[in-house]
């Protein structure tokens, strides 16, 4: 089982849509969760961090869920400027773990 | 400009040469990271320098150098590097070296790296 587990996607959605990833993660002991933007070749920016209360910012929203070991982002009226790669962040004392990605795609 | 800035942003190198990848930070940061993204893999940590001292070796080949000259400079030195070696390599720095690292990570542009 991978450390952390993204689907790759792609996911093509129409502007205005609403659209979530979810995230899972092997290691029960893991203490801070992030979301990552990263566009095409480009370098990673950090979008959110995932509390465990959940948190919003604008049209995003991050859940954490510790039980099932998952946390998910949703994005809500989907913008062109959307289109990118989101990237699940995963620390646990310091061994930060990246998942591999999910590629969205915000069409016209 | 993110506040990281690596040089060069492409290079392409024979498997026999000797290459260096620069990495500058003006952001007062005390942490610094070397990742290796490949295509549809997830992040590769590769070393961490921590008020440059190396704090972590992700039991990355020696053919990959990294060196922390101080505080806002790291180098990634390349030699007799394989095919497979190709990828995009990622700087990092964070203010310290710690559990919410992550969340002040500002990564450098990268350098794509094509090994001939």
């Known amino acids: 089982r991978k450390e952390v587990e993204q689907d790759p996607g792609p996911f093509n959605v129409p502007e205005g849509a609403t659209v979530a990833f979810n995230c899972t993660y092997s290691?029960?002991?893991?203490?801070?969760f992030f979301w990552y933007r990263q566009d095409c070749r480009k370098e990673p920016k950090l979008l959110m961090s995932?509390?465990?209360s959940g948190n919003e910012d604008g049209r995003f929203t991050a859940q954490l869920n510790r039980a099932s070991q998952y946390i998910s982002l949703l994005i809500r009226d989907s913008k062109l400027s959307d289109s990118a790669t989101y990237l699940c962040?995963?620390?646990?004392?310091?061994?930060?773990?990246f998942g591999a990605g999910t590629r969205l795609t915000v069409k016209p | 400009e993110t506040g990281v800035t690596q040089t060069p942003r492409h290079l392409v190198m024979g498997m026999t040469n000797k290459k260096s990848l620069k990495c500058e930070q003006h952001?007062?940061?005390?942490?610094m990271y070397w990742y290796k993204q490949s295509a549809k893999k997830p992040l590769e940590l590769m070393f961490v320098?921590?008020?440059?001292?190396?704090?972590e070796n992700n039991s990355v080949p020696s053919r990959f150098s990294p060196e922390c000259p101080n505080s806002s400079h790291l180098f990634l030195h390349l030699h007799t590097l394989q095919p497979e070696d190709s990828a995009l390599y990622l700087c990092?720095?964070?203010?310290?070296?710690?559990?919410?690292?992550?969340?002040?990570?500002?990564f450098g542009s990268g350098t794509r790296l094509t090994v001939v």
């Open positions: 990092a720095s964070s203010q310290q070296y710690s559990g919410m690292a992550a969340g002040g990570y500002t």
């Open positions: 290691n029960s002991a893991s203490q801070s």
């Open positions: 995932v509390y465990s």
């Open positions: 962040v995963v620390n646990a004392n310091n061994d930060m773990r």
């Open positions: 952001l007062g940061h005390n942490a």
């Open positions: 320098y921590s008020l440059e001292e190396r704090v």
